[in-house]
């Protein structure tokens, strides 16, 4: 308590509160009054440090933890604005394992003696004053649970890491959580290369302006899978009486979604407004760090009575009494492991609009919380009612066999829930048919003949593995935006698109991964692992025994890995190929290298014939490509090769001249004219870019490009060294005259 003392100042306030983020601490500091000084950790000040293991293995899994570089100025300013001893420390940190984490660690750095825990689910005024009132400890289940997922994830990771390092190449990374999604999106991407597409066809009659679509053949489901047969149903059917057989309508009540959780928020974003998973998130935690939304980690469907008088008061006043039930719409959460018990993401205002938004923040923000608003709004009003109208046609073909055909429409009675959700079609799509009547005969007038094929399964988006990460459990509400920029970010999947697509490292990784770690990327013990960090949260299972247990088994899977998989076998993507090598004429397999796929002799070590998979400059596709005239450093030939970055045109000179240029295309600059060349972002994204930069800075279809003039070397040049000694004048000690310490020594 000595060092408190020393730290409290005069102008000190009486009670000190402490949250993570900067806007969150200048969004709560308006509700509190001048007794209350509200400061920011800027997130955690504690943890294991990169550089190493940094876990006790040998001592009950002991965490090395150490403060976070730059973080020390932070703890000293909180320590140099800590109340004297009759006032209060409140740590306000979100309302989660590793906001639990975070307070211990503050109150543990700072030693204070008696912090007070305080969690509030929106940062409203009378969610944190009231949360002031009622404190309460930390609680150590939550914390242990935190560390035992970032210790467990820390070895994993480490050592996972460096068996991939050995197995193939140094700089590759694994993951506890990670390696199941990749899995997930490598066996879908074989479920596509493996599909074998069935031919089937439509068949559609059309008659006195309808159009009726086959259904059934003597009573049963109608499937048509060869042109022969569909050609025979059109000479059947061809000029024969089609007849209403029966006319069925019925009324159709669509209840409205439940308010948002982290996935179906993430989900709905992604498909509504293109938002990645990492970029919802972030607009997610700055509405809830102004307080404009409730926490937005949550896999709660629940509302609190506040926000459901609110909903329903502006339903009312916005909508009218019919698009308010009677009672409340309460919502059941069915997810797999389904945790932390907090409200759903809702506005905390619902009078605040879209508009409001905008001005305070950005159109994205604005559009984001706009989509909460209505998924809130909506999940408490009536629902839709429409009338869906189904018409059943038969024709006795001049083949003895009798054809059934379908057509129909819906038509909306109320709209409800949609009205404010969106979506609704006001089209009556039942009009067309109020003339027909059981009975009534037409003739057939023609058939049409659609042949088509069965497609594969659809590759995943964000939106659907975020929705397939939450039904296998794996993971958490925190967990799901993370995941996916992990393996974006180690080189694992691109995103082609909105597809997230598999890189021929993240099969390779991917099939090391399910050989020798069969347990780690099971998608069910993944979900047992989480049901383990509950158990410890609860205090039903213990921090050590668990570690022993989980780090034992993938310590002898390492272990095993590490004596018994081949290098070589790992990098073979295919092994059945009709390539010959040109040295022995043994056949080739496809090997993946640091740069790239190429084929390599089958009889390696013993012939190390090698050859481009590319087949070299014969299969460049020259009417999109173009090959560059000359070395632009020694005027030599270039040669077609394969870095770490794709294709590249090389010096024939090599190493003796290391000119290089990129994939030249067949188009030119806009601004400069020189040619344009291919490119991958930092993201894995591919663009068209100037040969020419840095000196000029166009991309083909980038906004405002086309505007910006091109930076010479020149100006550059000038730039930095003018900052350069802008530096230098800053550090330099200030020079004394020689007269003047002359007179300081006289």
């Given at each position: 308590m000595a060092a408190k003392k020393k730290s409290t100042t005069k102008g000190n306030p009486k009670h000190l509160v402490l949250v993570e983020s900067p806007s969150k601490a200048k969004t709560i500091n308006k509700y509190l009054g001048k007794e209350y000084k509200v400061l920011a950790t800027v997130g955690h000040v504690i943890d294991l440090p990169k550089s190493k293991l940094a876990v006790d293995k040998e001592n009950d899994f002991t965490p090395e933890w150490s403060m976070i570089?730059?973080?020390?100025?932070?703890?000293?300013?909180?320590?140099?604005?800590?109340?004297?001893?009759?006032?209060?420390?409140?740590?306000?940190?979100d309302p989660d394992r590793e906001g639990e984490a975070i307070a211990y660690h503050v109150a543990a750095k700072l030693g204070l003696k008696s912090p007070k825990r305080i969690v509030f689910n929106e940062i409203t005024k009378s969610a944190v004053t009231n949360s002031i009132e009622s404190p309460r400890e930390i609680d150590d289940g939550l914390v242990h649970s935190q560390f035992a997922r970032r210790v467990l994830d820390r070895l994993v990771g480490y050592e996972l890491s460096q068996v991939?390092?050995?197995?193939?190449?140094?700089?590759?990374?694994?993951?506890?959580?990670?390696?199941?999604?990749?899995?997930?999106?490598?066996?879908r991407e074989q479920e596509i290369d493996a599909f074998d597409p069935q031919e089937y066809w439509e068949i559609f009659s059309n008659f006195e302006g309808f159009r009726a679509q086959l259904s059934k053949i003597e009573g049963k489901k109608a499937i048509v899978s060869d042109s022969k047969t569909a050609k025979?149903?059109?000479?059947?059917?061809?000029?024969?009486?089609?007849?209403?057989?029966?006319?069925?309508?019925?009324?159709?009540?669509?209840?409205?979604?439940?308010?948002?959780?982290?996935?179906?928020?993430?989900?709905?974003?992604?498909?509504?407004?293109?938002?990645?998973?990492?970029?919802?998130?972030?607009?997610?935690?700055?509405?809830?760090?102004?307080?404009?939304?409730?926490?937005?980690?949550?896999?709660?469907t629940n509302l609190s009575k506040q926000a459901l008088d609110q909903s329903r008061k502006f339903i009312k006043d916005v909508y009218g009494d019919k698009y308010l039930p009677k009672s409340p719409r309460i919502y059941s959460k069915k997810s797999k492991n389904a945790?932390?018990?907090?409200?759903?993401?809702?506005?905390?205002?619902?009078?605040?609009?879209?508009a409001d938004i905008s001005e305070m923040m950005t159109s994205a923000h604005a559009k984001l919380y706009e989509m909460i608003k209505s998924r809130t709004v909506a999940s408490q009003m009536e629902n839709k009612q429409s009338e869906q109208l189904s018409?059943?046609?038969?024709?006795?073909?001049?083949?003895?066999?009798?054809?059934?055909?379908?057509?129909?429409?819906?038509?909306?009675?109320?709209?409800?829930?949609?009205?404010?959700?969106?979506?609704?079609?006001?089209?009556?799509?039942?009009?067309?048919?109020?003339?027909?009547?059981?009975?009534?005969?037409?003739?057939?007038?023609?058939?049409?003949?659609?042949?088509?094929?069965?497609?594969?399964?659809?590759?995943?988006?964000?939106?659907?593995?975020?929705?397939?990460?939450?039904k296998l459990g794996i993971g958490r509400p925190s967990t799901y935006a993370s995941i996916i920029s992990v393996v974006i970010a180690r080189g694992y999947v691109l995103k082609e698109g909105k597809q997230l697509v598999p890189t021929d490292v993240g099969k390779a990784v991917c099939g090391l991964l399910v050989k020798s770690f069969t347990r780690l990327v099971d998608y069910d013990y993944t979900a047992n692992i989480e049901k383990s960090f509950d158990k410890i949260a609860s205090q039903e299972l213990e921090y050590v025994p668990f570690m022993k247990q989980e780090y034992g088994v993938f310590d002898g899977e390492r272990n095993e890995a590490m004596d018994k998989v081949d290098k070589a076998e790992v990098?073979?993507?295919?092994?059945?190929?009709?390539?010959?090598?040109?040295?022995?004429?043994?056949?080739?397999?496809?090997?993946?290298?640091?740069?790239?796929?190429?084929?390599?002799?089958?009889t390696f070590p013993d012939c190390d014939g090698i050859k481009s998979i590319d087949g070299g400059e014969e299969n460049m596709d020259f009417e999109k490509y173009k090959k560059p005239s000359e070395c632009p450093k020694c005027?030599?030939?270039?040669?077609?090769?394969?870095?770490?970055?794709?294709?590249?045109?090389?010096?024939?000179?090599?190493?003796?001249?290391?000119?290089?240029?990129?994939?030249?295309?067949?188009?030119?600059?806009?601004?400069?004219?020189?040619?344009?060349?291919?490119?991958?972002?930092?993201?894995?994204?591919?663009?068209?870019?100037?040969?020419?930069?840095?000196?000029?800075?166009?991309?083909?279809?980038?906004?405002?490009?086309?505007?910006?003039?091109?930076?010479?070397?020149?100006?550059?040049?000038?730039?930095?060294?003018?900052s350069r000694k802008k530096t230098a004048t800053k550090k330099a000690p200030k020079k004394t005259s020689k007269s003047k310490t002359a007179k300081s020594k006289k």
């Open positions: 570089k730059g973080k020390g100025k932070v703890v000293t300013e909180i320590k140099k604005n800590l109340p004297d001893e009759n006032h209060e420390v409140f740590l306000a940190m991939l390092w050995q197995k193939m190449w140094y700089g590759l990374s694994g993951g506890r959580v990670q390696s199941p999604a990749l899995r997930l999106i490598v066996e025979s149903i059109e000479k059947a059917c061809v000029g024969e009486k089609i007849e209403v057989d029966e006319i069925k309508t019925r009324k159709v009540s669509k209840s409205p979604s439940a308010p948002f959780t982290t996935s179906t928020l993430q989900q709905a974003a992604n498909n509504r407004l293109g938002l990645s998973a990492s970029r919802t998130m972030q607009l997610a935690q700055q509405l809830y760090q102004q307080g404009h939304i409730t926490y937005m980690r949550t896999d709660s945790q932390e018990a907090h409200e759903a993401v809702r506005p905390t205002n619902f009078s605040m609009t879209q018409v059943v046609l038969k024709v006795d073909g001049n083949d003895g066999v009798s054809y059934s055909y379908r057509m129909g429409g819906e038509k909306v009675l109320f709209d409800g829930f949609r009205r404010a959700w969106g979506g609704i079609d006001s089209e009556d799509k039942t009009a067309q048919f109020s003339s027909l009547k059981e009975g009534d005969t037409f003739k057939v007038e023609k058939l049409e003949l659609d042949q088509l094929f069965t497609k594969p399964p659809a590759r995943f988006n964000e939106a659907s593995l975020v929705k397939m990460l939450e990098v073979i993507l295919e092994k059945d190929t009709d390539e010959k090598c040109e040295k022995c004429d043994a056949q080739m397999h496809v090997k993946l290298g640091r740069y790239g796929k190429f084929y390599t002799c089958s005027k030599a030939q270039m040669k077609l090769k394969v870095g770490k970055n794709g294709q590249f045109w090389g010096c024939e000179k090599y190493p003796e001249c290391k000119g290089i240029v990129g994939l030249l295309l067949n188009k030119s600059c806009d601004l400069c004219k020189k040619d344009l060349v291919e490119r991958r972002s930092r993201w894995g994204k591919m663009f068209n870019g100037c040969s020419g930069y840095p000196d000029c800075n166009f991309i083909e279809g980038a906004k405002n490009r086309g505007k910006r003039k091109a930076t010479t070397k020149k100006k550059t040049a000038k730039k930095k060294a003018t």
